[in-house]
């Protein structure tokens, strides 16, 4: 590629947020066209994956490109396509990428927190949380817990130091009011992070609602495919997204150029993606409300859930993931065992359905009998049926 190629492709001054979109560009828009570069003659629309440990550097370490484990041009593309998505219309906000979703999570939880820092965290989140916990406490932070339904963080806010919420909940699919939650923590002084991951951006826009970060596993729906492994952090705050950068260059946690430009390649198809499996996914949860067996049903999309009110007003799609109870583990395992289209997988919002009896890694405070079904985007009516047929043979 010839310099000017190159600086159409790569260049990191701004955020080029909108260029190119229309003010009012629709969602699908957006993901087809997020993060291209302007286009160049005979040049790929979207340029693949540079493979540099180092870059050319005579002089001095001036330009955006020095050292691989700081800055790579395939990651300034994505980064810029999750930026318009997250923030769209914004130039403030800032993204990185990270190897994993739990990279991402601890750059925000480890470069913003001190001993002596209190966090407050949900105790109904992702099960890693758990071991999160601990390294905190090992390092002198308090740590305090509280459910992410009622709004329950609330009563825990004061003296903390970061808010950290999962709203809807993973495997729970519990919903807080999240700029409430912002307006108080902001209020005390407070941080505020949200895990964005079962959301995704086109579901929920953290930023829109006061958050100061929107963190993210793009693993699961953002990528969608259940083959690359990959998280991000979307700040709005100058200062803290500089912290949450030079933990990045200091831990070496990064996205490797190949997951990279799959991730990005992966966006374009978001929008189609979301609205097929939500909509699946509210489907199967309208199937499910009539059988005997199923208790605990919860999908944020059903107007009688528990969530969906507020889900209502801050979500614009309610997400893939299903759970619901059954009444033992052993009929839990057979229904499992008895399905044909749901891979028995752990992760979530792949292009294939999966499910599992969540409790079997011990992390999550679930029923033996508590199945999480992420949908995919299969015929909704062949899926449905292949539920409600494993159902019927896990009954006897």
Sequence with gaps: MNDSAADGAYGTEGTRQEAGLPGGAGDGTRAVRAGL????????????PVFAAHFHLPGDPTGPYTYGRDENPT???LERAIGELEGPGRDDVETLVFASGMAAISSVLFSQLRAGDTVVLPSDGYQALPLVREQLESYGIEVRTAPTGQDAQLEV???????????????????????????????????????NTLATPLGQRPLELGADFSVASGTKQLTGHGDILLGYVAGRDGEAMAAVRRWRKIVGAIAGPMEAWLAHRSIATLQLRVDRQNASAL???????????VTGLRYPGLPDDPSHKIASRQMRRYGCVVSFTLPTRTHADRFLDALRLVDDATSFGGVRSTAERRGRWGGDAVPEGFIRISVGAE?????VADVLRALDESAH
């Design 75 to 77: 990651w300034t593309l």
């Design 379 to 383: 015929d909704p009516a062949d899926l």
């Design 283 to 293: 489907a199967l949860a309208e199937a499910l409300r009539g059988r005997p067996e």
């Design 37 to 48: 570069p302007e286009p160049v003659k005979h040049e790929p629309t979207l340029p693949g």
């Design 157 to 195: 806010l004061d003296g903390a130091r970061l808010l950290w919420i999962e709203s809807p909940s993973n495997p729970g699919l519990d919903v807080c009011d999240i700029r409430r939650l912002v307006e108080a923590a902001h209020a005390r002084g407070a941080l505020v992070a949200v895990d």
